[in-house]
Each structure stands twice: as C-alpha cells, then as structure tokens.
C-alpha cells in the first residue's frame, strides 16, 4: 500500500470531525432547499405588488399615491395592450408599464439577498 495515504473519513472515539462532516452535506442541502422556496415565494409579491406601487409612485409619487389612495382599477392581460387605468381616472399607458419591470426586478434581488443572508446565518457552523 502507499505510505502517506490518509482515508478521507477516521473512525476514532473522538468522533467531533467525523460527525462534522457527515453534517455538512446535510447543512448545504438544506439551505439550498430553504433558499429555492424563498426564491420562488418571493417572486409573486415582488412581481405583483411591488411592481403596481411602485409604478404608481413612479408616474404620481409618493404623497399623491397615498393621499388619494391610488390603485389601479384595470390592469392590461397578456393577450391585448390597454392602458393602465388608475382609480382617478388617468390612464399610464401600455408601454409606460414597462418600466415596472425593473422594478419588479430589484425588489426581488432585495429579498432574495435578504433571504440569503437570513439562511446563511440561521446555519452557520456551529
């Protein structure tokens, strides 16, 4: 056999590496499996909510969204492009929407890195 050749797993009384690394695999699959769900949990509020608040505070601002209590009444489907109609009677036309997207998109980074850094330090090393 060949001198110098150590196996990957001791099986000594001390046991403290080797129950560390049977764990780690376990560790790593489990945050992977908890940062999958928040990926795909987050997206819906980030692309639905955020997305309308924030295109209507982007087109009226902040204070006028919130002190006539804007929404929107009709929102344009996939399959045809109508305006945006607001509850005070404007319209945002259909490509002024577009600009939701960016939108949608840096509130969802926003809460996946929230996330990502939540299940990293709930399952740190020990």
Excluded: C
């Amino acid at each position: 056999m060949g001198q110098g050749h150590e196996p990957a797993l001791k099986f000594d009384m001390d046991a403290g590496f080797y129950e560390q690394r049977l764990q780690a695999p376990r560790r790593h699959r489990t945050r992977s499996i908890l940062l999958t769900v928040w990926i795909m949990a987050t997206l819906y509020p980030a692309v639905y909510f955020a997305e309308h608040y924030l295109l209507l505070v982007w087109h009226y601002g902040f204070w006028r969204v919130h002190r006539e209590t804007l929404h929107f009444v009709s929102l344009p489907s996939s399959k045809n492009f109508e305006d945006y109609i607001v509850s005070n009677g404007d319209q945002i036309a259909h490509i002024e929407g577009f600009m939701a997207f960016p939108f949608a998109l840096v509130v969802w980074a926003i809460l996946i890195a929230a996330g990502y850094f939540l299940i990293k330090r709930t399952f740190r090393r020990g």
